[in-house]
């Protein structure tokens, strides 16, 4: 795989700022991310324009934060950890998220 630092050798970096936009754009458009949600909010409570597009703010701000944590918790667990090491350690974490889920599902009904 090259290298970031070799891409950016290439002078090709520019397109990388541009294409992380465009996709997140799309992104937002795609099923999920509560939109109905906060529609219906505004609609509840009367909301105007402006409380609207801060709520839409508020969320792309704090969704686009969790992405960059993720993205950074990533890389320096990545300098620690192989693939290879991780994915027994993650399989068993998910399986226990996923157990307990199931548990927790079966004591509420």
Request: net charge positive; glycine share 8%; no cysteine.
């Amino acid at each position: 795989m090259t290298e970031f630092t070799t891409l950016l050798q290439q002078g090709n970096a520019w397109f990388f700022i541009p294409s992380a936009i465009l996709l997140g754009a799309l992104h937002g458009l795609e099923p999920g991310h509560s939109k109905t949600m906060m529609a219906a909010f505004i609609i509840a409570i009367k909301g105007t324009i402006k409380q609207a597009v801060m709520l839409g703010l508020a969320a792309t701000i704090s969704h686009t934060a969790v992405v960059w944590l993720i993205a950074f918790g990533g890389m320096v667990i990545s300098k620690r950890f192989t693939a290879q090491s991780a994915e027994p350690w993650l399989q068993l974490i998910s399986a226990v998220i996923i157990i307990g889920t199931a548990f927790w599902m079966f004591w509420r009904t």
